[in-house]
């Protein structure tokens, strides 16, 4: 996009490349708020890619494989959906809410959000880092 000429200010926020998305998809873009202190959704898996940007606030994301790690107001983050877990997405702030934009791309036939089960949560517990 060529912004030369106007006032508009653009910003790239994420760039990811050889994205595959099956025939069949379809997407979502959600706007979420978490209260404060709330420990947000329990762990679960995306159906497809997430790409999302922090509004407001401050939350703590963990994917599996990873360290948790917090995301501020103005910074992007993304998921890969399919097998891996997403852990959590918090709000790391105790006196007001934060909130994100998601857009979801969504398998064919799949729901959008499956919840992880205690089982495979207790056998993976030690591949998880924790958060201080």
Avoid at 110 to 127: C, F, P, Q, R, Y
């Amino acid at each position: 996009m060529d912004a030369a000429g106007t006032n508009m200010v653009v910003r790239d926020l994420l760039h990811l490349s050889d994205l595959r998305i099956p025939k069949g998809s379809h997407a979502m873009l959600q706007h979420l708020e978490l209260p404060p202190g709330d420990p947000g959704l329990g762990p679960h898996r995306h159906s497809g890619p997430v790409f999302g940007y922090m509004l407001e606030g401050e939350m703590l994301f963990e994917l599996e494989g990873g360290a948790p790690y917090p995301i501020e107001a103005g910074e992007a983050f993304w998921e890969p959906g399919g097998d891996v877990i997403h852990y959590r997405v918090a709000n790391l702030l105790a006196d007001r809410p934060s909130s994100f934009v998601v857009a979801m791309l969504c398998a064919p036939g799949v729901e959008m959000i499956t919840m992880v089960g205690d089982e495979e949560l207790a056998a993976k517990a030690g591949e998880r880092t924790p958060w201080p």
